[in-house]
């Protein structure tokens, strides 16, 4: 017998995703949508082009963003870079530096630009899509690795600074999820990452929806600066 999916009812608020046009972002943003949230994404190819590593840009688009909603209800940090599976010494120093850029960095960006807004609300949410890589650090994705290790940091800092504020800052760590990106690996490298996993499978964009739309809403009150796995039980801390 299947269970019941949890219904969400976000009509009134504002939801900026980061990479919504594609993967993960997509199906964020399509669930937000169908929860009746506004959703605006941003994206070198969304509704609202954006490249999250230009703070001048992010810092725009918030203020359209503001002017036009006057609010900003929900912060997704779904943009993403993998960059190419090689060892540390291997690397383009420049593409190891735009790897950081666009998943720690990015992050930093659109939270500086959105928490003021969210401060003189006295509300809102904020969840960063980091990756199991930032626990377990992935051979040769070095610079994938550590930057979302960065994330998993920044959500526990920001998320203790705010802790007061009425926004409650949260991230969520992934195993390998089903989407585009996978079809530029051969079919070998996408078998052992399911090989690790004691469910053997991959995750689904729609499951890492789910979860955030419930750290989105209401039902999420008591939860702040923590790390949500989500790895068919392959977590390590």
Known sequence: MAYGKAKYGFAGQVAVVTGGASGIGAEVARQ??????TVVAWDLQGDDAVDVTDRSAVERAADRAAQRFGRIDFLVNSAGFAGPTVPLDEYDPAQWQRIVEVNLVGVYNTCRAVVPLMRRAGQGRIVNIASLAGKEGTPNASAYSAAKAGVLALTKSLGKELATTGILV????????RTAILDQMSPQHVQTMIAKSPMQRLGEPEEVAEMVA??????????????????GGRATY
């Open 170 to 177: 949260n991230a969520i760590a992934p195993a390998a999820v």
């Open 32 to 37: 937000l949508r169908a929860a009746d949230a």
């Open 214 to 231: 419930w750290l989105c809403s209401g039902s999420c009150t008591f939860n702040t600066g923590a790390v949500f796995d989500l790895s």
